[in-house]
Structure formats: structure tokens, C-alpha cells
């Protein structure tokens, strides 16, 4: 029996699988994929704290508010 090349990729893919030090491969790159993803998530959160700090400055802060009505020159001596 004389199997197609569709047939002999997936058989040599299985063999490649199947194989020991290829798993022992598979499993350490799936260590480090993970740890990756760990690293990757405390820099992500770390650039969006950065980031919203720099919001926070780039907003200016409120006027005050001058006060209704008439002020007296006597309150105003008072108040600074």
C-alpha cells in the first residue's frame, strides 16, 4: 500500500509527536510561552498605570471660582 504525500506528511507529523525529546521540547516551550504571558501581563499593567498618571497630568486642574457679589476692601485684607 503506497500512501499519498497528504498521508506521509501527517505520518511523519505523527512520528514527530510521538517522539520523546520532541515532547520534552513541546513542554519546555510551553513553559516559556507562559512565562512570557506572565512577564507581558505586569508590563501591561505597569505601562497603564504610566499611562493614566500622564492623563491625570495632562488635565488642568479647575479655575477657582470667584464668589458672587460685592467684597468689601476690609474682607479682602482679611482673606490674604
Do not use: Y
Request: net charge positive; glycine share 2%; proline share 8%.
Amino acid at each position: 500500500m503506497r500512501l499519498t504525500g497528504e498521508q506521509n506528511r501527517c505520518a511523519v507529523w505523527r512520528a514527530r509527536i510521538t517522539n520523546p525529546r520532541n515532547k520534552e521540547l513541546a513542554r519546555r516551550f510551553a513553559d516559556l510561552e507562559k512565562r512570557l504571558e506572565r512577564k507581558l501581563a505586569t508590563h501591561d499593567q505597569a505601562i497603564a498605570s504610566i499611562l493614566d498618571a500622564i492623563r491625570q497630568l495632562m488635565t488642568p486642574p479647575d479655575p477657582p471660582k470667584r464668589p458672587i457679589g460685592f467684597v468689601t476692601l476690609k474682607e479682602k485684607k482679611s482673606d490674604s
